[in-house]
Nanobody, 124 residues
Framework: QVQLVESGGGLVQAGGSLRLSCEAS????????MGWFRQAPGKEREFVAT????????DYADSVKGRFTVSRDNAKNMMYLQMNSLKPEETAVYYC?????????????????WGQGTQVTVSS
């Protein structure tokens, strides 16, 4: 059984930083692309970042470029999202997702596996 478990969410003031982690178990994602999405109350799930299996090709949503950094450690079956200069409008549940393919995707339906999400709240 595949499991993705996010951690690292919490409450932070505007301008602050958080580092999210995603641990995969049940299968290896070392040769699969992975991604981060977020969903605010009343809104659709939104793409944040995606990373190819090797880690050398990454895409970000325009809104987070220059502030967020995605990385992965295939040996540990882990993916991370470093978030800096957080804004109140980025308050959301953040989800880790895994693909069945090596190439990255910005679309939620391109992902077969999802974590339960971790809440990030940015206060003004």
């Amino acid at each position: 059984q595949v499991q993705l478990v996010e951690s690292g969410g919490g409450l932070v003031q505007a301008g602050g930083s958080l580092r999210l982690s995603c641990e995969a178990s049940g299968r290896t994602f070392s040769n699969r692309a992975m991604g981060w999405f977020r969903q605010a109350p009343g809104k659709e799930r939104e793409f944040v970042a995606t990373i190819i299996w090797s880690g050398d090709r990454i895409d970000y949503a325009d809104s987070v470029k220059g502030r967020f950094t995605v990385s992965r450690d295939n040996a540990k079956n882990m993916m991370y999202l470093q978030m800096n200069s957080l804004k109140p409008e980025e308050t959301a549940v953040y989800y880790c997702a895994g693909r069945t393919r090596a190439i990255r995707s910005m679309r939620p339906h391109g992902y077969a596996y999802w974590g339960q999400g971790t809440q990030v709240t940015v206060s003004s």
